[in-house]
Every structure is written in C-alpha cells, then in structure tokens.
C-alpha cells in the first residue's frame, strides 16, 4: 500500500490510474530565475530570505561544519575564501600606495593627487565594502539588514564614479602637461588639483544619493556575486540620464586627450621644423615623463577590469534575461574588484619615482638612520 492505494495484482480492478495524479507546474527544488533589474537582481528586500544562487542544495560529502553546527558547502566556503583574500590584498596593497606617497621626501607632482585619492578609494572598498561580502558568501544570504545593504551599494557606486572622474582628471594633467609644456607648472597648481579631487568626491557622492532617498526598496542583493546594488529600476529616468552624464564626459576626455598624447609622441619622432627652441626643449622633457604611460595603463587595466561587469549586466537589463552561468556574476565582479589591487603592480613596474619612494620607505621601516642616508642620496 502506497499512500492509502493499493498497487499490484492481488486486488483485481485496483490498479492506479497515472492520469489522475496531479502533475506539479514546477519540479521540487527548481526555481525559476529571477527577473533581472537595473544593477541588481531578486524580488525581495536586502534581507529577504529567498536570496540564494539559485543552485540545488549540496550533498553531505560536499558539507563541512562551521562553529554553532551550521552547514556550509565546499563551494560556498571557496568563494569566501577568495573574497577574503582579495580583500586582504587590496587593504595591504593600498596601505603601502598611500605610505609610500606620504613619506616620498621633496615637492609631490600633482599627479600624485590624483593617485592618492584612487588608493583612498581602493582603501575604503577593501575595508568597509569587501568584508560585507564574506560571511554572506558562507551563509547564501545577505544578514546585515536592509539599511546596511543600502548604504554598500550606496558606496560601491560612489567609489566607482569617483575612480571615473579621477581617471578623466589625470588625463586631463597628462594633456596639459604636453599642450602647454612651458605654462604647465602655472596652470596645474597643487591648490587646483587639491580642488579637482574634491570637486570629485562631492559630485559622486550626491549623484548616486537620489536611490536612497524617497524608496523602500533602494537596494538589492546579488546572491551570485554576494554585494548589494543601488537600484536604479525604481527611478529609470534618473538612471537613464546620469550614465551619459558620468561615462559620456569621462570616455570622450580619456579618447580625446591620451590620442592628442600619442599622436604628438608620433609627431615629434618625425618633425619638429618650424618649432621653438624652449618649447621643443620643454615638450620633450615632458613626453619623456613614464607618467604618461602609467596613467594610460591605469586606465586601460581599469576597464579591463570592469569591462565584463558592466558588459554582462548591460546585456541582462538590455534584453530582460538572466544569464544562467555558475559562477559567471561571481568571476566578473570581483574581477573587477582585483583592479584595486592592480595599481600598485603597475607603479612598481612602471614609475621609478615610486619604486625610490617604495625603498625609503619600507628602509625607514627597518631603520631611521638607513633611511635618511638613502634620502640623501635619492635626493642627490
């Protein structure tokens, strides 16, 4: 007897009949995906109990105990392991960036301004934003209550579009310090860069405030990629507008001024007739800057970074569909995280002012008095 039927040929004219069992519309343990939002994904609050990767639960040999008895897969405890470690890196790496500019002995280029203020920004993601990602990442579920959620998408956002702003800006020193070689040091003044920097941070900050403010649902929890999103689905028209108003000035500045650069490297190889004595001394002096390439490669490890992030969300709102790939919003995000630690692989590799400054300062960590004869004959 099988559920209060019974099967078989002992009692004739009792057989079951299939077409009267009911048929489930969804199998048991399937869910159907989710519908895809405007940087951010799910249906529920930030700390709704029905977020998750959507995968079937593991077996007990792909379980390992945490403290207080509760379950985690081997899967889950890799992936918090990885953000972990990209958050160690990214707060150790960012340390020794901004110690290093710091300590450097003598009058700062204002470029490294600008440089620091990315390490500040890279700073802040890798201890406030990373570390929220982590037990997430074990438990399948966001447990840091709605307001917290809000406020990490809020600051992913604003770390990104200053890092945007900050790149347009660096590239705008690199065009001047090539278009007006002998005027640079006049139109470029530490106190206008300073003001530059500012400018940056206050604008990212109050245009990504506008999610926040008037919604209940202002944020949401990618439990693929384990952060939370501002979303931008409940104000589409605000949306809609301010991507043009962050990547159309930033992209067309970076295109404009690094191929100005190039282009002016290529001419000056070939002819310089016609050209001021001073001006050609000058413009020469300064194309041989390694800045002028750092900065470039920053920017182009940037969105190669960033660039499958963005590309894979842009196609999921453009075409309402969710991309069904294990692992794939987890691989791109935090991909794109890495780039904060990226930066200081590239100073070491391509700027010999910072490799000097890197010196004295891990020398002044050893010993004061090593340090200040490596101060001297750095400065001589």
């Known amino acids: 007897m099988v559920g209060g039927a019974v099967i078989g040929d002992d009692v004739p004219g009792d057989e079951v009949q299939l077409g009267s069992i009911p048929l489930l519309e969804t199998p048991p343990g399937e869910q159907s995906a989710p519908s895809p939002r405007l940087l951010g994904y799910g249906s529920y609050g930030a700390g709704g109990a029905g977020y998750g990767t959507g995968y079937p639960p593991y077996s007990g040999s792909e379980m390992v105990m945490m403290a207080g008895g509760a379950h985690v897969g081997i899967e889950n405890l890799s992936q918090a392991a990885v953000i972990l470690v990209i958050g160690v890196a990214i707060i150790i790496s960012n340390i020794i960036i901004l110690a290093t500019f710091i300590t450097m002995p003598g009058p700062k280029d204002v470029i490294m301004y600008y440089l620091m203020s990315l390490g500040v920004s890279d700073l802040v993601a890798g201890v406030v934003v990373v570390p929220l990602s982590v037990y997430p990442a074990l438990v399948q579920r966001w447990v840091y209550g709605d ?103 930033t992209l067309i500045t970076l295109f404009y001024t690094y191929g100005y650069i190039f282009n002016t490297m290529r001419r000056l190889k070939t002819c310089v007739v016609g050209q001021d004595k001073e001006f050609v001394t000058a413009l020469t002096s300064n194309l041989a800057n390694p800045d002028h390439a750092m900065s470039f490669v920053l920017v182009v490890a940037f969105w190669l970074s960033w660039g499958p992030c963005v590309g894979v969300r842009t196609y999921e709102y453009l075409s309402g569909t969710h991309i069904e790939v294990r692992f794939l919003h987890f691989a791109v995000f935090w991909l794109g995280a890495m780039n904060s630690c990226w930066k200081s692989v590239i100073y070491v590799a391509m700027s010999p002012k910072f490799r000097r400054g890197l010196k004295l300062f891990c020398l002044s960590l050893c010993c004061q008095r090593k340090a200040r004869n490596a101060e001297l004959i750095l400065d001589y």
């Open 147 to 249: 307001m917290v959620c809000g406020l990490a998408g809020y600051l992913e956002t604003t770390l990104w579009f200053a890092q945007l702003y900050t790149f347009m800006w660096i590239s705008v020193d690199r065009y001047l310090a090539i278009r007006k070689p002998l005027r640079y040091e006049t139109v470029q003044t530490k106190t206008r860069c300073q003001c530059w920097v500012v400018f940056t941070w206050v604008t990212s900050m109050m245009l990504c405030c506008p999610p926040l403010l008037g919604f209940n649902n202002s944020s949401h929890w990618d439990g693929e990629a384990y952060v939370c999103w501002l979303d931008w689905g409940s104000m589409i028209a605000y949306a809609i507008t301010l991507v043009p108003m962050v990547l159309g000035p």
